[in-house]
């Protein structure tokens, strides 16, 4: 799934809400920062987390956004127009341009499981990361991310079809051998996981709902059921039975010395 025009519209709004500000709150409670490091954020999006990293690291510091979509990092450039010390660069994660060793820490938010060679970016990655380096993702535990109040062969439908938007549905649990694979230590996960019962207009369900149905389509579900199933799920709000859960996991890890 490419994260440009209404796809990129939707992930700003999502990120925008209050699941967006706990993760960003969570990464850089977690994140080692120091005055003057060079961090790179990969999968940037439309940099909400950017202008953080760049006070963090302050003046004498520089925070990279690495982003492969245009549309994104327009929208990036923009919100970080006055941080002189954040650079942009539109590239994918297994071809930064970086130098190696170049990094003091990276950082990456819900991006790796949509690379399919995922591989190819984490040795990216570890490559211009200079050692005893921090890293901190998240990313989904796909498998257990579920809206809740629609009738359940339709639901199973629409959650069925939605599988294919990511390459990688249990990232999570794969990351920490690959990083040990690549020299990473001190290895932890964190749960973020939430439970929403209500689809207002901050609500990362709203968001996250508009974004199943289109893909639905895409796959090509039937507009009419896709439509009974948003109906349904109003329907359930209504009477106080829906709800939508979500599991990112925060994993932090250390390069070696």
């Known amino acids: 799934m490419k994260f440009d025009r209404d796809v990129g519209r939707l992930q700003r709004l999502m990120a925008a809400s209050i699941a967006g500000i706990n993760r960003r709150q969570a990464i850089l409670e977690t994140l ?85 060679d995922v591989d190819a970016a984490l040795t990216e990655i570890t490559r211009i990361l200079k050692p005893g380096s921090s890293f901190v993702n998240v990313s989904i535990l796909w498998d257990h991310f579920r809206f809740h109040g629609a009738e359940a062969k339709l ?52 968001y996250t709902e508009n974004v199943m149905a289109n893909f639905a389509i895409s796959r090509g579900i039937s507009e009419k059921d896709v439509a009974s199933w948003r109906s349904q799920l109003a329907n359930a709000e209504k009477d106080g039975r829906f709800g939508f859960a979500s599991f990112p996991v925060l994993t932090t890890a250390y390069l070696s010395r």
């Open 32 to 116: 080692t920062i120091n005055s003057g490091d060079r961090i790179i954020d990969v999968g940037c999006g439309a940099g909400q987390l950017l202008g953080h990293l760049a006070k963090a690291v302050g003046d004498d510091g520089e925070v990279i956004g690495l982003d492969p979509s245009a549309d994104q990092l327009a929208k990036a450039r923009t919100n970080c127009g006055d941080s002189g010390n954040v650079t942009l660069l539109e590239r994918g994660a297994d071809d930064t341009g970086l130098t190696q060793n170049s990094c003091d820490a990276a950082t990456s938010t819900q991006a790796l499981e949509y690379i399919s």
């Open 155 to 206: 639901n199973d439908e629409i959650h069925d079809a939605f599988r294919a938007h990511c390459s990688h549905q249990m990232l999570p649990m794969e990351l920490p051998g690959k990083l040990r694979r690549l020299g990473f230590n001190h290895i932890r996960d964190r749960s973020l996981a939430f439970v929403i019962t209500h689809r207002d207009q901050n609500s990362p369900a709203l």
